[in-house]
């Protein structure tokens, strides 16, 4: 779900852009505030519900990439090529090759973190025996 700050941030701006648009003729200042603010906080909550929905489906797709790869690794003897992935899981190739370099990236960050981790565990360890 949304954090409740955020919720919050977004109904006040609901609620500001409601103030900016009122015209007299437009019926209920009130009921035109409150339908503004719950049209804003819904917009928001379906907004983050998608979000959530398309992060699923990647995390799905990187998993069924990451599938076809060992299984054409393991049959051909050597990496598939994009073309032979895309095939295989009747993508566009252009899905698999940005599909491919974000796991790249990913996995570059990744091992990154894991370095400087790695690092400063190590720099602790060394205090730890300067004062032994």
Not at 11 to 24: F, N, R
Not at 49 to 63: G, L, P, T, Y
């Amino acid at each position: 779900g949304v954090p409740f700050g955020d919720l919050f941030q977004e109904g006040t701006v609901g609620l500001i852009s409601a103030v900016e648009h009122y015209k007299p003729g437009d019926g209920g200042f009130h009921a035109r505030l409150v339908h503004a603010i719950a049209a804003t906080m819904d917009d928001v909550l379906a907004q983050t519900e998608e979000a959530q929905r398309n992060d699923e489906s990647f995390v799905v797709a990187c998993r069924l990439l990451e599938s076809a790869q060992r299984l054409l690794s393991e049959r051909l003897g050597r990496a598939a090529t994009p073309a032979e992935l895309a095939k295989l899981l009747q993508w566009e190739e252009a899905r698999v090759s940005v599909i491919l370099a974000m796991l790249g990236e990913a996995r570059v960050v990744h091992d990154q973190e894991l370095l400087d981790y790695l690092d400063v565990m190590d720099d602790l360890n060394d205090l730890d025996n300067q004062e032994a």
